[in-house]
């Protein structure tokens, strides 16, 4: 079944393909939450209860472009939800044995590690635009879309949220 | 043109445009408009849509207003009586010819009707014109007929569009968004 | 230009998977959520052992056969529903499409004028 033919059963009411679509999706998903969150068991919350509503909503969804833009909108705008009804945005100790934040497999661990610290400590909606923009690939148009933000609004939050971590860093700015 | 200025220029094309024509008491802002059978055998794709009132009901029906996709699709169907779509995708240039629309485009010389935007792209080969039928300052209709080299679409929409809403829906759907600038920082 | 700064985020924030154990709950759930939405409801039989019961059972197996068809006619006029959605959706999203054509043609012929 190709990823065409998956999809058209899926929004059918073919469980199974709509088990494929989430298996195909949820590194994605679980990702944006987790890099957003900051920990793996909100992130596996979160991640369950954008699938739940995929399940129901499968039937209005357009086309598998519109599948990822809405996953990614979704998860993006629920976990800025999350971050803003806490009472502190949530920390994740920086700890070397720590497999929570990478995949095991970095050229530099430690940097990497680093910068994904500096990232919680951005504004939900700052760190939203840096996910999207560096784990996802979007580009500040569709980033705006999802986040129903103005451009400069994007625009703003790349431009400081990378001059603050190029600072924090110790790197200059170019 | 940042975006604010283009969809303000837009609207006031449309409305600069939109002098409100002599509406006979039979104009009818409904089409008649064919299958088109044949074209859709030729095309790599076909999108033919027949909304009467009591299936658009049907679909506010199922759309729910506490999501922002549904809430926008609303707004703009309510107030219509019919959407009709007929769209052909080939997958060669020159499959349809002009005289496959000749009919649409005669019922569109009524009077009732008023071309508001016609364009002709020499780069791209791609017409666009937008009929709308007026009764005052209300618009009663709308009819789109979009001739690509390899496509061709025609729309029709029974009722009072709201062309500001439906603009709004821009960049949902799926559907990206056209003129925005992207440029990176 | 990507400095080394954003090549590094990009390498930082490259995807991880799930746990193993939480993808199958998940799929597992997903799962059984999909199933229970649309049931299929089996028509029982009952063997008539008297004829009170033969009576009692035929009007169970009647009153399901109009509950089935009850469950049908909603899961039908649903499905008709949700249909009427998509292609609300789609209709809007092709008319705009195509209006975004027009304003792109304008404004390439306008930065084309001297």
């Known amino acids: 079944m190709n990823g065409d033919e998956q999809f058209a059963r899926a929004r059918a009411g073919d469980t199974a393909a709509l088990v494929a679509l989430i298996r195909e999706h949820q590194r994605s998903v679980y990702s944006i939450a987790l890099r957003m969150l900051g920990s793996r068991e909100a992130a596996e919350d979160l991640t369950q209860e954008v699938f739940m509503q995929l399940g129901a909503k499968i039937g209005s969804i357009a086309s598998k472009e519109h599948l990822r833009f809405w996953l990614r909108q979704v998860t993006a705008n629920r976990a800025i939800d999350q971050l803003r009804h806490a009472a502190r945005f949530p920390m994740q100790p920086l700890c070397e044995e720590s497999p929570l934040f990478g995949d095991g497999e970095e050229a530099d661990p430690l940097l990497q590690r680093h910068l994904r610290g500096l990232l919680a400590e951005l504004s939900a909606p700052a760190r939203a635009v840096l996910v999207l923009r560096y784990q996802e690939d979007l580009d500040p148009v569709d980033i705006a879309r999802a986040l129903e933000m103005p451009i400069n609004t994007v625009k703003s939050h790349l431009k400081r949220s990378l001059e603050s971590l190029r600072t924090r860093c110790g790197k200059t700015t170019v | 043109m940042s975006h604010t200025?283009?969809?303000?220029?837009?609207?006031?094309?449309?409305?600069?445009?939109?002098?409100?024509?002599?509406?006979?008491?039979?104009?009818?802002?409904?089409?008649?408009?064919?299958?088109?059978?044949?074209?859709?055998?030729?095309?790599?794709?076909?999108?033919?849509?027949?909304?009467?009132?009591?299936?658009?009901?049907?679909?506010?029906?199922?759309?729910?207003?506490?999501?922002?996709?549904?809430?926008?699709?609303?707004?703009?169907?309510?107030?219509?009586?019919?959407?009709?779509?007929?769209?052909?995708?080939?997958?060669?240039?020159?499959?349809?010819?002009?005289?496959?629309?000749?009919?649409?485009?005669?019922?569109?010389?009524?009077?009732?009707?008023?071309?508001?935007?016609?364009?002709?792209?020499?780069?791209?080969?791609?017409?666009?014109?937008?009929?709308?039928?007026?009764?005052?300052?209300?618009?009663?209709?709308?009819?789109?007929?979009?001739?690509?080299?390899?496509?061709?679409?025609?729309?029709?929409?029974?009722g009072a569009i709201d062309l500001d809403k439906l603009r709004k829906l821009e960049g949902q759907f799926g559907v990206p968004k056209f003129d925005v600038d992207s440029s990176t920082p | 230009m990507s400095d080394d700064l954003e090549t590094r985020l990009t390498r930082a924030l490259r995807p991880v998977a799930p746990s193993e154990e939480f993808s199958a709950r998940l799929l597992a759930r997903v799962g059984a959520e999909a199933?229970?939405?649309?049931?299929?409801?089996?028509?029982?039989?009952?063997?008539?052992?008297?004829?009170?019961?033969?009576?009692?059972?035929?009007?169970?197996?009647?009153?399901?056969?109009?509950?089935?068809?009850?469950?049908?006619?909603?899961?039908?006029e649903r499905r008709a529903g949700l249909e009427a959605r998509q292609q609300v959706f789609a209709a809007l999203a092709l008319t705009n499409q195509k209006v975004d054509l027009a304003v792109r043609t304008v404004r390439a012929e306008s930065s084309d004028a001297p």
């Open chain 3, 35 to 76: 199933r229970l939405a649309t049931p299929v409801l089996p028509l029982r039989r009952r063997r008539p052992a008297a004829a009170w019961w033969w009576s009692a059972g035929l009007a169970a197996s009647l009153l399901l056969a109009v509950g089935i068809r009850h469950r049908a006619a909603e899961s039908q």
């Open chain 2, 5 to 158: 200025r283009r969809r303000l220029g837009l609207a006031v094309l449309f409305f600069a445009c939109s002098v409100p024509g002599p509406v006979g008491a039979a104009a009818d802002p409904r089409l008649a408009l064919p299958e088109f059978k044949d074209l859709a055998g030729k095309a790599k794709e076909s999108v033919v849509i027949t909304m009467d009132p009591s299936l658009l009901g049907m679909a506010s029906r199922f759309m729910d207003s506490s999501d922002p996709e549904d809430a926008a699709a609303i707004a703009v169907i309510k107030g219509l009586q019919g959407i009709y779509v007929r769209s052909f995708t080939f997958d060669r240039d020159g499959a349809y010819q002009p005289a496959d629309v000749e009919a649409i485009r005669r019922q569109l010389a009524d009077p009732g009707w008023k071309r508001v935007v016609e364009t002709r792209s020499k780069k791209t080969h791609a017409d666009v014109d937008i009929y709308l039928m007026t009764d005052g300052d209300k618009v009663r209709g709308l009819a789109l007929i979009a001739s690509e080299p390899r496509a061709l679409t025609i729309v029709n929409i029974v």
